[in-house]
């Protein structure tokens, strides 16, 4: 049920470029994608819902492919501030019966000067 | 955007000892996620608190273990019971905003050290 992410791990120079992978094993509706920087909390970045779109936050975008259920984060000239851990999340059902968001393992991004 | 306090941010406790974590939100909200994060690992949902009625747990974990209150739209707390080393992470409330329900802000957390 968790969704895979890869790589593991990924060190940049500055201004280079880098692509987050998440599959996963069931149908998705729609991908999550949070960043969590060392000693903080994980923050919201963007949604991808069903319909292949691409959004955008910043010089950070993303897509969504239902078919291959999977989706892609792509970090364009990378800066110092992008360093941090990126978990991408996928909705299944609670306990309780209502959404809750499962969390692949995170891929760890340093960008180094 | 929600605000959200979490207190403590961390503490050390000793083994069979209890912890209470507190978390308030700037507003009312209908549901509150408690979330486990391990060292180096991924967030794994605790429990669903909503305001009036018991918290629902996930596979792996039980209300005498994680005993959550609710009292009110606006606070929530976990109580992390009989602790031993395995329960040393970082532990975060949670609570989800959107047209749908659907970004989660995350309070600061709370890093807790089981000796």
């Known amino acids: 049920q968790q969704p895979v992410q890869s790589p593991q791990a990924v060190i940049l120079r500055e201004g280079e470029d880098a692509v987050i992978n998440c599959s996963s094993s069931?149908?998705?509706?729609?991908v999550h994608w949070y960043r969590q920087k060392h000693g903080e909390a994980p923050v919201f970045l963007m949604i991808?819902?069903?319909?292949?779109e691409q959004k955008g936050h910043d010089k950070i975008s993303a897509s969504f492919n239902e078919k291959k259920q999977q989706s892609s984060l792509y970090l364009t000239a990378s800066q110092l501030s992008y360093s941090g851990t990126y978990f991408c999340g996928t909705v299944a059902l609670s306990q309780g019966g209502s959404e809750k968001l499962v969390f692949g393992k995170g891929t760890k991004l340093t960008v180094n000067p | 955007s929600a605000v959200i306090s979490q207190k403590p941010s961390r503490d050390i406790c000793q083994r069979g000892t209890s912890l209470t974590i507190q978390c308030q939100v700037d507003?009312?909200?209908?549901?509150m996620f408690w979330y486990r994060q391990q060292p180096g690992q991924s967030l794994t949902l605790i429990a669903t608190?909503?305001?009036?009625?018991?918290?629902?747990?996930e596979s792996g974990f039980v209300i005498d273990k994680f005993p959550i209150s609710r009292p009110n739209l606006t606070f929530s707390t976990l109580t992390v019971s009989n602790m031993s080393p395995e329960d040393s992470s970082i532990y975060l409330c949670?609570?989800?905003?959107?047209?749908?329900?659907?970004?989660?802000?995350f309070g600061s957390g709370t890093q807790l050290s089981v000796l």
């Open positions: 608190a909503n305001q009036g009625s018991e918290a629902t747990y």
């Open positions: 991808l819902l069903k319909g292949g």
């Open positions: 949670s609570v989800a905003y959107g047209t749908g329900g659907e970004k989660l802000f």
């Open positions: 507003s009312q909200v209908t549901m």
């Open positions: 069931k149908a998705l509706y729609s």
